[in-house]
């Protein structure tokens, strides 16, 4: 699972300005797999909580790892 986990994150980062955030939810996260797929500070783009209801006690922590102030147009595409 580890070895998809950074071949998707080459895929996403590649050539481009994308920072990815690694959020675990529960007890049965692989903390090495948000690892090696989260962007470089790790220490603060890997988030982990113990349950869906504590989400918002990272809310703050999830957007100044998310955030830069920097807005990038999105195109959107229609779902069929």
């Not at 955030?21 to 690892?35: K, P, S, W």
Request: with cysteine; net charge negative.
């Amino acid at each position: 699972m580890q070895a998809e986990a950074e071949k998707l994150k080459d895929i996403l980062v590649d050539g481009t300005r994308t920072k990815l955030v690694a959020l675990g939810i529960g007890d049965a996260v692989n903390v090495d797999e948000l690892t090696s797929v989260a962007s470089e500070p790790r220490q603060t783009n890997v988030i982990l909580v113990p349950h869906f209801n504590n989400l918002h006690d990272v809310r703050e922590q999830l957007k100044d790892a998310s955030c830069t102030g920097q807005l990038t147009p999105v195109t959107s595409v229609p779902v069929q």
